[in-house]
């Protein structure tokens, strides 16, 4: 068994599964199987593979055919432009949650000072993107979720910025100290019953507490909307990712609590996606 062979045989049954994305991910399996870079797979297909080795490949193809994500299989998953340590404690990243980290970078220069709160960590990524570009910045960072807080803490050190941030298991409910400059949060925002519509990617294998939103999708948007007004300073930003069809309910909910809507940012298929508001009592 070469690599040609064993490429081969993993499209076909990732192909055979419906895997869109088969010819990529089955590069990516072998590099993680062989502790290899695709690049040196690719041009060296003659190379023979031990059998230890395929026998652990065909194991990493066999969970990718059974749907699960190929960032749990890898356990990293790249944001912004650095990559991040991934399990199923934690959603993936996704492209559309850099809009976040590209939004505050754009509202605060390089040597400012800010104190910077990220409601709902999972891994990590979001506040320690913008903590790797903003030297003087200082972050906090909570989730409910004690094992999504080990994820970040370990993402922290591998990217050298434990020192720069505090991690903390607790419910945005029982925060209420301190005064931030930003807030930022990827929230749950999936209406309860919806989650059952979820490609199967996601619903096997994603941590339901990060998705679940209640019955109307807005239950966790509203709690930091609301908690939001206590932690920030004033003209703080709030900076949060929604879902389709949230913009009208979350602007009556931000401005019922007294923020103005600066800007809303949409994605790649020009949804709205992350709304920047400010605290102006």
Request: proline share 3%; glycine share 2%; with cysteine.
């Amino acid at each position: 068994m070469n690599n040609l062979d064993a490429l081969n045989y993993a499209n076909k049954v990732l192909k055979l599964n419906n895997i869109e994305s088969y010819k990529i991910d089955t590069e990516l399996l072998l590099s993680k199987a062989l502790n290899s870079s695709r690049e040196k797979i690719l041009i060296n297909l003659d190379y023979k593979i031990e059998k230890k080795n395929f026998s652990k490949f065909r194991e990493l193809v066999s969970r990718r055919a059974k749907k699960e994500p190929i960032a749990y299989i890898l356990n990293e998953k790249e944001f912004w432009k650095s990559k991040y340590m991934v399990n199923q404690e934690v959603l993936i990243p996704r492209p559309e949650t850099e809009i976040i980290v590209n939004e505050v970078l754009k509202l605060t220069n390089f040597n400012t000072a800010k104190r910077i709160l990220d409601i709902g960590t999972g891994s990590g990524c979001i506040i320690l993107s913008i903590l790797k570009e903003r030297p003087n910045f200082y972050g906090s960072a909570i989730d409910i979720s004690k094992k999504a807080i080990n994820v970040a803490k370990y993402n922290a050190k591998m990217h050298h910025l434990e020192n720069k941030i505090k991690f903390v298991n607790i419910d945005i409910d029982k925060l209420n100290h301190n005064k931030y400059d930003l807030i930022v949060s990827n929230p749950p925002y999936i209406k309860k019953f919806d989650l059952k519509k979820l490609i199967s990617d996601v619903r096997l294998y994603e941590p339901f507490l990060a998705l679940d939103a209640g019955i109307n999708g807005l239950s966790a948007i509203e709690k930091i909307i609301i908690k939001s007004k206590i932690l920030l300073k004033h003209n703080g930003k709030l900076i949060f990712e929604i879902g389709e069809n949230q913009l009208t309910p979350v602007r009556v909910l931000l401005k019922a609590n007294k923020f103005y809507i600066n800007e809303v940012c949409k994605d790649f298929q020009s949804h709205p996606r992350v709304i920047i508001s400010t605290r102006i009592f």
